[in-house]
DNA sequence: ACATAGTTTCT
DNA sequence: GAAACTATG
């Protein structure tokens, strides 16, 4: 239809690289040349913080370079901006690296809609998963609802093998050139944040992949629940700005026969299992999945809010749950076990809802993931898809003591605590000396709250019924 | 007597 | 996952 336009436009969105990235290929395929466009969408960014907006720009400067300093960024609504930017390079194709994934398609279809009144087309070519959501069900066409039949599935299903894309594929337009689009606003200045960041874009993330693949990933099964030992990838970040795609890391565990290349993988899995979840279940990013839950009573009024700036602050008491929220605050970033540890903490034994945590997570992690994120939370709160049993309530001491089993954890992240040798740090109520100056007494009674937890947990009992 | 390894129970 | 319970030496 539209062959006497020899341009089209590549919107970036989430996938920020330019390696194995197939979206340059359909690109090509389509036309001879491309302009690379980003939109700083705000309702993209989402409920971020300083952190991850500016973990995004540092990804955008470094594309931006990649590209000769050609990548326009607009900032707008995407149905608004991106028609109007096709339309003024008379692009007959838009192409999206990277899908929304398992939110956002009712968006795209705006744009889809809205493009093709000028006959240009939308054309998703990738996603930043190694299975796109929806797309693994059970025999009967049905999405999963537990774990391990779905890893088993995805795994049989298979994904393709990275492809072999370099930044010359297609030749940049020059976004100067175009006339009567949206004026580019150009990459954001970084914000003030307190936070130490990793490092942004595509090599860096290639780096460390490297990194984590020829030293860390044989002790990963080992070391990946220690949160005072440097045992986990970090590759979470990277994965969510798709500064590296599932694929090139399934295909370098492939090559592996360890074990804990296997546990590695299952990690992946799960990333893909909660954007599955949230693909077909959009409202569970802020309702219970399991619709039962809502008869659970939650703690609310002033009490409440005094008990969650606590826990935000990291001055409950409990050292373990400290030290990971004040982690939180100092790296944008907590070790994954930690975040299970102050999740459990903050929904069973501060009985607040879990979406109050969750939201906060989703505004400090450089990380932070909606479908990982909500979805980890709606584990550990028993609300979710093949969750933990609500009777499952994690002992902050007992979980301290055997995951940081000499404390060296909560002292670097907790100084008050900075005196006490050993893992007597995670009970410090305990000491002869008294707890030292300035850290506070435990705010609950753990074994007092558990009980209280199960309690209200007969309400959701009652309400299946 | 008592420590502890193993088992059961809990939505 | 943790607590209560049971068996064992």
Known sequence: ?????????????????????????????????????????PRLLGPSGPARRTFLYGCLRELDAALGGKLLVVRGDPADVVPRIAKAVGAATVHIAADFGPYGRERDEVVEKSLAADGCELVRSGSPYAVAPGRVTKGDGGPFKVFTPFRRAWADHGW????????????????ADKDGGPRAVGIPDDEKVDAELPEPGEAAALRRWTEFLDGGVEDYGGTRDRPDKPGTSRMSVYLKYGCIHPRTILADLARQRSASAGTYRTEIAWREFYADVLHQRPDSARKNYDRAFDALPVASGKGAEERFAAWKEGRTGFPIVDAGMRQLREQAWMHNRVRMIVASFLVKDLHLPWWWGARYFMQLLVDGDLASNQHGWQWTAGSGTDASPYFRIFNPITQGERFDPDGDYVRRFVPELGGIPGKQVHQPWKLQDGIPDGYPEPIVDHKVEREEALARYERVKAARR
């Open 1 to 41: 239809m539209a062959d006497s336009r020899d341009a089209c436009v590549v919107w970036f969105r989430r996938d920020l690289r330019l390696s194995d990235q197939p979206t340059l290929l359909a690109a090509a395929d389509a036309a001879p040349r491309a302009l690379a466009l980003f939109v700083l969408d």
């Open 160 to 175: 393709r093998a990275p492809a072999e894309t370099g930044p010359r594929t297609v030749e940049w337009i020059d976004p």
